[in-house]
């Protein structure tokens, strides 16, 4: 019985549970886009050669800023791949990006209309 229960708050199928599954959901979302983005910078400053002169967290915030510029496929320009690697990269990231928030924002979607039917639900009742 208890695993029952525990599957449904990770489903959102039961009334209760949706008061917690879906800011649940949200909250790991918003984790994974975090841990991707890092990743992602992280690879940047493998593939794209660094400037000399800068220490290692001037670095790593530039590749962080590229990482969220390309993602959101805002793309300001001023951190330009410079090598086919780091173009082709760059290109893997943009369409990522745009899958990847695609997915966001439907999963932030769904947590909400999840929470409005259940809401809606309970005042029929």
Known sequence: MEKANKLNFFQGSHTKSIKWAGPFKIVALLFAVLMVVNVVAALWMLIEPTALGHDFVTNYNRALYW???????????????????????????????????????????????????????????
């Open 67 to 125: 990482a969220v510029t390309t993602l959101t496929t805002i793309g300001y320009g001023d951190i330009t791949p410079t090598s086919n690697y780091s173009r082709s990269f760059t290109m893997l990231v943009q369409i990522s990006g745009v899958a990847f928030y695609g997915l966001f924002i439907a999963q932030v979607s769904k947590a909400l209309w999840s929470r409005t039917f259940a809401i809606q639900k309970e005042m029929k009742n």
